[in-house]
C-alpha cells in the first residue's frame, strides 16, 4: 500500500488557478497508475483526473477537461493537479489515490488502492 499526502488546496476566487501535489512513499511509487477524485458536500465521490504508471495519456472527466491538467514526478514521488479557470462548483475535498496493483490500469474508484487523507478547495463567486 502506498502512503500518500496532499496538500495545496485552499480559497481562491472564481477564475483562479490552484495546484495540489500528492506526495507518495515507498520505492515502486513509479509502477502504480494515479489519480485525483473529488467530493463536494452531500455529493459521492467522483473521478477528476488520472495518469498511467507508463506511457498512455492522461484522462480527465469532462467537467474539467481543458482546465486541468494532471502529471507525475516519479524521481519525487509526487503527482500534481494544476486546476485552472476555478468554478465555484469545484468546490471540494480533493483526494489523491495509487492505483491497487503495478503494471496495471487504474481509471475508477475500485481500481485503486491507495487514498490519500484530502485537501479542501474553495472557489468563491
Known amino acids: 500500500q502506498v502512503q500518500l499526502v496532499e496538500s495545496g488546496g485552499g480559497l481562491v476566487q472564481a477564475g483562479g488557478s490552484l495546484r495540489l501535489t500528492c506526495v507518495g512513499s515507498?520505492?515502486?511509487?513509479?509502477?502504480?497508475?494515479m489519480g485525483w477524485f473529488r467530493q463536494a458536500p452531500g455529493k459521492e465521490r467522483e473521478f477528476v483526473a488520472a495518469?498511467?504508471?507508463?506511457?498512455?495519456?492522461?484522462s480527465y472527466a469532462d467537467s474539467v477537461k481543458g482546465r486541468f491538467g494532471i502529471s507525475r514526478d516519479n524521481g519525487k514521488n509526487t503527482v500534481y493537479l494544476q486546476m485552472n479557470s476555478l468554478q465555484p462548483e469545484d468546490t471540494a475535498v480533493y483526494y489523491c489515490?495509487?492505483?491497487?496493483?503495478?503494471?496495471?490500469?487504474?481509471?475508477?474508484?475500485?481500481?485503486?488502492?491507495?487514498w490519500g487523507q484530502g485537501t479542501q478547495v474553495t472557489v468563491s463567486s
Open positions: 489515490a495509487a492505483g491497487n496493483r503495478p503494471y496495471a490500469a487504474a481509471l475508477i474508484s475500485s481500481d485503486f488502492g491507495s
Open positions: 515507498g520505492r515502486t511509487f513509479s509502477r502504480y497508475g
Open positions: 495518469v498511467s504508471w507508463g506511457v498512455g495519456d492522461p
